[in-house]
């Protein structure tokens, strides 16, 4: 058996220090002890005073702190040092990346992953009376193109026409009357856009933290293009959970009005969140993380949250040659 650890979002202003084997979180002079034993990440949302004694404590224990600004944008983490490195699986997976031919194959297999994804979410709500039959066979005809394709440039194309299609199903699925046409990222220009770039990084950092429990290196990736500053990874593996957690969790705060457009501020360019609204949909997140279903394979529950770890575990022995990656794929 091992210890099951927790996320703690921080959304409140105060300091955050040491105690003896503890996390100290200190709001308006109070003091909430977090046992350093229960914690596996930091979401930090509102302004906090730290220092390295405290750093070092954190990295001691293999906690990542992900930072978020007044405006729920997600700024950067604090990475750990990685405590299970291995020289062999990093070279394995560099030589997946600068081969073309293996790339590739990883980078489809990704995509027809999301794509099917993507298709089944459009499928479930088709059966709860909502017209998107056109849809559907417009995504199939693009997907069938996915195994064509040569190059990551042509993957990305098709992964983008399949997304173009996958948002103009948005306004059908969702009750409320939100006029949703494009994915606009920065800065997010309406509601939807908002909810996606929040709910979408929420994702890509349970992503990093959980690469963080593997092998695998969070900088070398094979759909994205690896760059500095940034874990492209964790890119690749939440395109394949972002239909499954972030887009079915928007779908329903929106559609049981938990989520409404009093949530939001308009500024004039963008649209934030309120702060109560973040709270809401990070109550939200958190639960789905903890959600069980049965596994396949396992023959036993598990939770969306260690969906991802053993995705990740696929991609390990992919790239060992113990067994061909196939990613996850929704069934309800």
Request: hydrophobic share 35%; charged share 30%; glycine share 4%.
């Amino acid at each position: 058996m091992f210890k099951i650890k927790r996320n703690y979002y921080l959304s409140k202003s105060g300091t955050l220090k040491r105690k003896d084997n503890s996390l100290n979180f200190i709001i308006n002079g109070e003091n909430h002890y977090i046992p350093i034993e229960d914690v596996d990440v930091i979401y930090i949302l509102g302004e906090l005073n730290l220092n390295s004694k405290l750093i070092n404590f954190l990295s001691q224990n293999g906690v990542i702190l992900h930072f978020f600004n007044y405006y729920g944008f997600y700024t950067g983490s604090f990475y750990p040092r990685e405590k299970l490195n291995s020289g062999y699986l990093f070279v394995e997976q560099v030589k997946h990346y600068i081969d073309n031919e293996k790339r590739v194959e990883i980078a489809k297999e990704i995509i027809n992953t999301a794509s099917f994804n993507i298709h089944r979410n459009i499928r479930y709500y088709n059966e709860r009376d909502k017209d998107l039959e056109i849809y559907i066979d417009e995504i199939s005809k693009i997907r069938n193109k996915i195994e064509q394709c040569k190059t990551i440039t042509e993957i990305m194309g098709e992964e983008g026409n399949i997304r173009k299609t996958y948002y103009k199903t948005f306004n059908t699925i969702i009750n409320q009357d939100i006029n949703f046409t494009k994915r606009v990222r920065r800065p997010p220009d309406n509601m939807i856009n908002t909810l996606m770039s929040f709910v979408n990084t929420l994702i890509y950092t349970t992503v990093l933290g959980e690469i963080y429990h593997t092998q695998l290196s969070p900088v070398v990736s094979f759909l994205h293009e690896p760059g500095e500053r940034r874990f492209s990874l964790s890119l690749d593996i939440a395109e394949v959970f972002k239909p499954l957690i972030g887009d079915r969790m928007i779908f329903y705060l929106l559609n049981k009005n938990i989520i409404t457009e009093k949530d939001f501020v308009e500024e004039i360019n963008y649209m934030y969140m309120k702060d109560g609204a973040r709270k809401k949909i990070l109550k939200e997140y958190d639960e789905r993380l903890n959600k069980t279903i049965r596994h396949k394979k396992l023959k036993r529950d598990v939770t969306y949250k260690h969906l991802i770890r053993l995705e990740l575990y696929k991609l390990v022995k992919h790239l060992s040659g113990e067994e061909e990656y196939d990613g996850f794929k929704i069934w309800w």
